[in-house]
């Protein structure tokens, strides 16, 4: 059986004033959107020591930087196995 996916936002004070502050709203609808609020373990960060890669976020354990809320539903499509749309 698969774990659920764990997303963990960094809310440092970098990554949050640098994006992640908009990407948590982002992602938040996102899941809505998806019916996946139930299915994803959705965690914040302090700091994920890597504040000049920020916005960081991680899905997996897999860290992914500078993100945007245009890359971050990349992200997550990928993640998720779904279909980019607009
Ligand atoms: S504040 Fe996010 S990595 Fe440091």
């Not at 959107?33 to 890669?53: F, P, Q, T």
């Not at 920020?54 to 279909?83: K, M, T």
């Amino acid at each position: 059986m698969n774990a659920e996916p764990r997303i963990v936002i960094c809310m440092g004070s970098s990554c949050f004033a640098r994006g992640n502050r908009e990407n948590l709203e982002v992602l938040e609808r996102f899941l809505e959107e998806h019916d996946l609020r139930a299915h994803v373990e959705l965690a914040g960060s302090r700091c994920e020591d890597d504040c000049r890669e920020g916005p960081n976020i991680l899905i997996n354990g897999v860290a992914h930087h500078r993100i945007d809320s245009e890359s971050l539903i990349d992200v997550l499509n990928a993640a998720f196995g779904l279909a980019g749309k607009g």
